[in-house]
């Protein structure tokens, strides 16, 4: 089971925004579409950062309501993780759980690809188990 699969049965569709989008306009992103994270590009949709639910916090927390106004260039996470379509779903949990993240840019050539949240490897995960289940169950009735 790898990260192509999660993102050929839910799509390669990611929320992306400049260096220069102001905070506010991201959240207003973020509520809009009902996500988690935002991953900064550039022009050639190289990733840059990540903008998640947690820096939007941390922003706000430090400098109030001003935050909103300032680009997210200046409040994204900069050092961002990221997989390959070639990952499998093992990977990629183990490296959520060691980074403590829920959102995972996917690149390819060098260039934003995809996303996989925490909720996508959960339900894969979760399909995979049952799938398994099911099958060792069908063998013990034919046997």
């Known amino acids: 089971m790898t990260v192509k699969l999660i993102l ?11 260096p220069d989008t102001t905070l506010g306009d991201a959240v207003a992103a973020l509520a809009k579409h009902k996500i988690g994270a935002i991953v900064i590009v550039d022009e050639k949709r190289a990733i840059k950062g990540i903008l998640s639910e947690r820096d939007v916090v941390r922003a ?13 260039s200046d409040i994204m ?16 949990m183990e490296m959520m759980t060691r980074g403590r993240f829920r959102h995972l840019p996917v690149e390819k ?3 934003l690809h995809g996303i996989v949240s925490i909720g996508d490897v959960v339900k894969l ?3 995979e188990v049952e799938r398994e289940s ?3 169950r069908s063998y013990i009735a034919t046997a």
Not at 8 to 18: I, L, T
Request: hydrophobic fraction near 45%.
């Open 125 to 127: 995960r979760i399909e």
């Open 8 to 18: 050929e049965r839910k799509g390669y569709d990611v929320f992306s925004a400049a």
């Open 134 to 136: 099911e099958e060792i």
């Open 77 to 92: 996470t900069v050092k961002v993780s990221v997989c390959s379509e070639m990952h499998t779903v093992n990977q990629v």
């Open 109 to 111: 050539d060098g260039a």
């Open 60 to 72: 706000i927390a430090a400098d109030g309501a001003d935050a909103l106004w300032r680009p997210i």
